[in-house]
Every structure is written in C-alpha cells, then in structure tokens.
C-alpha cells in the first residue's frame, strides 16, 4: 500500500514536499516513481528513484527543481518540489514496481503500461495547486 501526503496550496515560486509512505512489501526491493496528471491531461511520470537510492530520472519540466530521496529505513519516498510553478498543478501518485525496473522506464513507461512493469497500486494521490 502506498500512501501520499504533503500537498497542498502554494504560490508560484513555493515550495512543498510531498511523501510517499507504504506499506505491506519489501520497500527496498522496488523501484519508486512520481506521477502526476493535471485536469484533461493523462497521468506523467515526474521523477524516479531506484531501490537503493543510487539512480534517479526527472522529467525535463522539473530538473533542476524538483528532487526525489528516499529512506528505507522509514519505507518513505520524497519529493522536494521548489520554484513551482502553475503547470505544476496536478494530483500527485507515487507508485512501487519490481527493482528490475529502470528509473528511466518507470518514469517514461510506467503511467502507460502499469501491468506490464508491475504496478498495481496509485493510492489516492495528493493534490497540488499552484496558484496566486
């Protein structure tokens, strides 16, 4: 089970810092990715991490401003989301697959063909608007 939090209302150029807690499975044997989809528009990966920590993937619309970390010893996944901006309103998942998945995978593939790269679980989400 995963369950997000930390979202919330924030002005352009805010920050926020949202979490992924799960739950029920071997947190470290997965590979961890951030989704999102705004209203009219399919879900996206934002950002990606491996099971370790060692290897991460953002998107082009969030390098340089957003940054994923995990702790495993928490079993909890984060992401640091600072100079936002309007188009970064979304419902925000976050979303577990098997550690054989690549961070590039699960962030370009993962939203499109969930089945296939395992991934069975979006939680409820966490809403971010960001606005003035």
């Known amino acids: 089970q995963l369950v997000e939090s930390g979202g919330g209302l924030a002005q352009p150029g805010g920050s926020l810092r949202l979490s992924c807690a799960a739950s029920?499975?071997?947190?470290?044997?997965?590979?961890i990715g951030w989704f999102r989809q705004a209203p009219g528009k399919e879900r996206e990966g934002v950002s990606c991490?491996?099971?370790?920590?060692?290897?991460?993937n953002y998107a082009d619309s969030v390098k340089g401003r957003f940054t994923i970390e995990r702790d495993n010893a928490k079993n909890t996944v984060y992401l640091q989301m600072n100079s936002l901006k309007v188009e970064d309103t979304a419902v925000y998942y976050c979303?577990?697959?098997?550690?054989?998945?690549?961070?590039?995978?699960?962030?370009?593939?993962?939203?499109?063909?969930?089945?296939?790269?395992?991934?069975?679980?979006w939680g409820n989400g966490t809403l971010v608007t960001v606005s003035s």
């Open positions: 991490i491996s099971s370790e920590g060692g290897e991460t």
């Open positions: 029920g499975f071997r947190f470290d044997e997965y590979t």
């Open positions: 979303a577990a697959a098997p550690r054989i998945t690549t961070v590039q995978n699960m962030c370009a593939l993962g939203s499109l063909f969930p089945n296939h790269y395992g991934i069975d679980d």
